[in-house]
């Protein structure tokens, strides 16, 4: 292949990547008491976003490099690059609101109870996650160094 595909390809991967794990983390707080379509609209559609301004960008500025020749990627191709990764986690994203929605209390199985829908709670929880998740890099690193030490 050339490298132009080659590296559409590989943007788009990415793209795909970076858009569902920022939509996993949107999930947390954004649209909570949304319908599923909506709220896997609003997770997915601000990553693709982001994802997509990113790639033009960086296809823009990315020549400044090597200004011998020009980018491989135009930049109006990023938003057509990032579609059909970010289509893909509408849907998985949208499945997995879909799974977990209830119209109502009264849909509720005896002892069950609705998640909390507060945007300021579920920023909390995915701000601890992130701490628990530097800390546990952070005692890997430390027990890599102390063994190295050794």
């Not at 008491?33 to 709220?39: E, F, K, T, V, Y």
């Not at 296809?59 to 938003?79: E, K, M, N, R, Y």
């Amino acid at each position: 292949m050339d490298d132009t595909m080659m590296l559409s390809l590989a943007a788009a991967g990415i793209g795909f990547i970076a858009i569902y794990f920022v939509s996993a983390a949107l999930g947390f707080f954004v649209a909570l008491n949304a319908r599923p379509s909506r709220r896997a609209a609003w997770n997915v559609g601000i990553p693709y976003a982001l994802a997509s301004g990113g790639l033009a960008y960086l296809c823009i500025h990315g020549a400044a490099v090597d200004t011998s020749q020009p980018f491989p990627l135009d930049p109006w191709l990023a938003p057509l690059l990032m579609a059909p990764g970010a289509l893909v986690a509408f849907l998985l994203r949208f499945w997995h609101f879909r799974a977990r929605w209830v119209d109502g209390v009264e849909d509720l199985a005896e002892g069950e109870s609705l998640s909390n829908d507060d945007w300021r709670a579920g920023l909390v929880e995915l701000l601890i996650f992130i701490c628990l998740l530097l800390a546990w890099g952070i005692w890997r690193v430390v027990v890599k160094l102390a063994v190295a030490s050794l």
